[in-house]
């Protein structure tokens, strides 16, 4: 089975182009997702021990816990060494299901895969890259986002240019839906080859 690693800095695209991936039937490990249902399962004990006050009625309240990791390096390190273990787990799950289901592609849907050495996990890259501008819209018309968070985000993120030039397939999503769905049909078309020539 040949595992996709796909990427992209905050507001570039990259669930869009996860549900693309989803709808011509590629499966889809989404690690945002599982993070959370840990946040509201199996991370709740362990993050508030380690986090007092982060709990409210039984889930793990993500704006409280922001407000403490994002600012401090040390807590967002306690806060990984909880929940990196688990999301590990669950995606090594996904894996073996989706080799035992036949599938011949699967994509790892991982916010930080190259700032974290993911890629390491994975046959090849796909970074999801906008025009800074549409990013930079995209994310400031979100609910509760303001102009201080974005750059605390961008700031813990590789730069695009960076993450591009260590893609092996780039996916422009600041052309529409259309010009995505193609792109990712071409990647497709290109891990088919690459499988039938091995």
Avoid: N
């Avoid at 690690?31 to 959370?36: C, E, F, L, S």
């Avoid at 986090?51 to 306690?78: M, S, Y």
């Amino acid at each position: 089975m040949f595992v996709l690693g796909l990427t992209g800095s905050i507001g570039m695209g990259k669930s869009t182009t996860s549900d693309i991936f989803r709808a011509v039937g590629i499966p889809v490990h989404d690690a945002d997702a599982t993070v959370h249902r840990l946040y509201a399962g199996g991370a709740v004990g362990a993050i508030g021990e380690a986090f007092p006050g982060v709990v409210v009625d039984g889930r793990v309240d993500r704006t409280r816990l922001g407000a403490i990791v994002l600012k401090d390096g040390a807590a967002l390190k306690r806060l990984e060494a909880i929940v990196h273990p688990l999301v590990g787990a669950a995606e090594r799950a996904f894996r073996d299901r989706m080799r035992a289901a036949g599938h011949a592609v699967a994509v790892l849907d991982i916010p930080l895969l190259l700032e974290t050495g993911a890629e390491r996990r994975v046959d090849a890259v796909a970074v999801v890259s906008a025009p800074a501008e549409t990013q930079r819209q995209r994310v400031l018309a979100r609910p509760g986002m303001t102009e201080e968070k974005l750059a605390a985000i961008l700031a813990r993120q590789m730069p695009d240019a960076e993450k591009r030039a260590r893609a092996h397939f780039v996916i422009e999503s600041g052309y529409g839906l259309d010009t995505a769905r193609r792109q990712v049909a071409d990647i497709i078309r290109a891990l088919a080859g690459s499988r039938r020539s091995h």
